[in-house]
């Protein structure tokens, strides 16, 4: 069995508690307009083109065999739209200018990667974390590689945003030992608004792994005029405190709005929708964790 993966991020430690191995997996079944990490929503693979690494050596000119790079008057060209993704010109670049995103790997290959750090992981009190895009959009491949990391005795983690029937991934709630998911809007309207998908079936799953006893954690990125309103953290919060009857919810995390993959949404020749937003103040943040913290909801800020 394969999965298609964009990146495995060793010594990660924001991805969950203590030292951990991240396993991005591309493909997402929502569409997250400030997205961060764009390069892994799709499901196919990918062609990032930094032009600002272009050192104009033309090597991928003559190795691309769709004519999508071209030498124009002495400057490179590149038609994304012509483009077969098929990574000739990446394996070429050696200035990193062609980067080809989405690879396949075996449960195999991705465990030589996942059990150099085992001894880290059993210090720190961490694990691997799951990650992508979206988990959840590969069940059968992730619940083969976290029966590869038990027999290893290695904690698995995931982070989902959830938007699925319960019965199509309870076997993979069930076999993880931590779930790590996103509700970023309460109100179902808005979250349709700035995701594509409305919040029932996210929310409702929540609901339930709060039932099972898993511990869990949920988080809620500050997107400036998109979710960083009080109304939406005291809502989230006042949510959380109401279905965490079982206290198996580890706590609430806000995450500030992260800027970093404006260069991605460029070397993909996508919109970036929110270029010009910047993370919110120390004060805001302070004062939207205050908000949920008064619901009596544990809440953790980086």
């Not at 001894?119 to 974390?129: D, E, L, Q, R």
């Not at 109304?231 to 609430?252: C, P, Q, R, W």
């Amino acid at each position: 069995m394969e999965g298609l993966i964009t990146e495995i991020e060793r010594f990660a430690l924001s991805d969950g508690p203590g030292i951990r191995t991240a396993v991005f997996f591309k493909g997402c079944n929502m569409q997250c307009r400030w997205c961060h990490n764009p390069e892994t929503i799709k499901a196919g693979k990918d062609l990032l083109y930094y032009a600002s690494k272009c050192i104009g050596c033309y090597k991928c000119v003559y190795a691309c065999p769709s004519k999508a790079q071209k030498r124009i008057n002495n400057v490179h060209i590149y038609y994304p739209n012509i483009c077969v993704k098929c990574g000739k010109c990446a394996a070429l670049c050696y200035a990193g200018a062609m980067a080809l995103c989405g690879k396949k790997y075996t449960v195999d290959d991705v465990m030589r990667e996942i059990v150099q750090d085992k001894a880290y992981y059993v210090s720190s009190g961490g694990g691997v974390t799951l990650t992508g895009g979206e988990v959840l959009c590969q069940p059968d491949f992730v619940k083969e590689l976290t029966d590869a990391c038990h027999k290893e005795n290695i904690s698995v983690g995931i982070e989902t945003n959830l938007n699925f029937p319960w019965e199509s991934i309870k076997s993979v709630i069930d076999a993880v030992d931590l779930v790590m998911c996103d509700i970023k809007l309460i109100d179902s309207d808005e979250h349709k608004k700035w995701t594509g998908v409305g919040n029932e079936a996210i929310l409702e799953n929540v609901r339930r792994i709060a039932q099972t006893g898993k511990p869990f954690i949920v988080r809620t990125p500050l997107i400036p005029g998109a979710t960083d309103s009080a109304e939406n953290i005291g809502g989230i919060a006042k949510f959380l405190a109401d279905v965490d009857e079982s206290g198996t919810m580890m706590y609430y995390e806000l995450l500030n709005f992260n800027p970093l993959g404006a260069t991605k949404y460029a070397a993909l020749s996508r919109k970036n929708e929110f270029a010009d937003a910047k993370p919110l103040p120390k004060t805001r943040v302070r004062e939207l964790k205050s908000i949920a913290e008064a619901t009596g909801v544990k809440t953790k800020t980086e």
